[in-house]
């Protein structure tokens, strides 16, 4: 079963416009960070504390594995680092990979205001955004485009746009 997946770092919209693709193609919604905290029963946050971001990938790599798995065709949105672990890519390598791509100054206001309070479920950003997107996208950047096989720069999009955009590129990559 071919699946349509969104990766892009924190805060590029992934869930919002997964969401609303998902009803736009009339197709299931499956948010991986979501599955690992619904399996752990644990949020985010505690499992990087309690078992490092090793910890939090292994279960990660789980929810991704058993999100592909799913028999209808679905929308998957990921966490940003569902890139880091090759395997991972592997994975991706037979579906319908979407990257939304934004520059880190526009995400950091989106991400911010619970990171802030070192609330939420982005531990990694804790203390410094800015500067942590910022190498996040130096980082992986390569990583992104290898599995993708459609970019879409967000930055001056709205919601709706993006949504339609995406769209139109699952009816391309799927004819
Ligand atoms: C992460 C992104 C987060 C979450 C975790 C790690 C990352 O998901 O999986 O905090 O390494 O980029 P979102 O991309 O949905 O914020």
């Known amino acids: 079963m071919r699946h349509v997946v969104l990766v892009g770092l924190m805060g590029s919209g992934k869930s919002t416009v997964g969401r609303r693709l998902a009803r736009a193609l009339g197709r299931d919604f499956i948010d991986t960070d979501a599955r690992v905290e619904a399996s752990t029963g644990r949020s985010i946050r505690d499992i990087f504390a309690e078992d490092g971001e090793n910890g939090f990938r292994d279960r990660e790599s789980e929810a991704l594995e058993s999100a592909l798995h799913t028999k209808v065709s679905s929308v998957i949105a990921t966490g940003g680092g569902v890139v880091l672990r090759d395997t991972n890519r ?55 485009a290898e599995i993708s096989d459609v970019i879409i720069d967000v930055d001056a999009l709205a919601i709706e746009q993006i949504v339609r955009t995406c769209v139109d590129a699952v009816k391309e990559l799927e004819r």
Not at 97 to 108: D, M
Not at 122 to 130: F, K
Not at 131 to 143: D, F, G, S, V, Y
């Open 90 to 144: 592997r994975l991706l390598d037979d579906h319908s990979v979407i990257w939304l791509r934004a520059r880190p100054e526009l995400l950091v206001d989106r991400v911010a205001g619970a990171t802030r309070r070192g609330a939420g479920h982005r531990p990694l950003l804790d203390g410094d955004p800015l500067a942590k997107l910022t190498l996040m996208a130096t980082e992986r950047r390569a990583m992104y």
